[in-house]
């Protein structure tokens, strides 16, 4: 049994790999690229999400991940580079990356864009050795029915996170357990 469940996990390591190695991001050229495919993905959330753009006008920074690729076959993971957008301005690069174990398979890739909506917020993702989400600032993910009801009175959380552009096929796309971290292109 315990052949089998290596030749498993090898398998699957070995498909996160490719599947990591093949994505946009993972091809990147360079920083200015990363910039160019951040504000694209952006700008696409903020047509497809009108109230996302006037959160993006109110909040005091932005990070935008256009390409998050994720696996899983029992255990999953799953990564990509983004970058910090202070008042319109690249300010930094970040992974976010995270890895699972449970009931689960297939592969997807998507986006995310974190509304930082407090300096401090902002102060907490620069100065931490890797940001886990569920410690630190409050996060709420943004869902289409949350998006609609949005107003400057129901704005209390430090950061808003909306998932979009899925494509791939598996189910569930928590933050939990991932950890952002800021790198250097």
């Known amino acids: 049994m315990n052949q089998f469940r290596r030749a498993i996990l090898a398998m699957l390591f070995a498909s996160l790999g490719g599947l990591i ?15 160019s495919d951040s504000n694209h993905a952006l700008q696409s959330l903020y047509a497809a999400t009108p109230k996302a753009a006037g959160l993006g006008a109110r909040a005091k920074a932005i990070l935008v991940f256009p390409s998050i690729i994720k696996g899983a076959f029992v255990i999953g993971a799953q990564t990509g580079n983004g970058v910090l957008f202070v008042n319109g301005k690249a300010a930094g690069y970040y992974n976010i990356s995270a890895a699972s174990f449970g009931l689960q398979a297939g592969g997807k890739k998507f986006s995310y864009a974190l509304f930082f909506m407090t300096n401090s917020a902002v102060s907490y993702l620069s100065k931490s050795d890797g940001w ?21 009175t129901t704005l ?18 928590g933050l939990e357990g991932s950890k952002i971290t800021h790198y250097t292109p």
């Open 21 to 35: 190695a093949a994505s946009p991001q993972a091809r990147a050229s360079s920083a200015s690229q990363l910039v």
């Open 132 to 152: 886990s989400i569920g410690t630190g600032p409050s996060v709420v993910v943004v869902d289409q029915g949350f998006a609609r009801s949005m107003t400057s």
């Open 156 to 173: 209390t959380q430090d950061v808003y996170a909306f998932p979009f552009g899925q494509q791939g096929l598996m189910g569930g796309l």
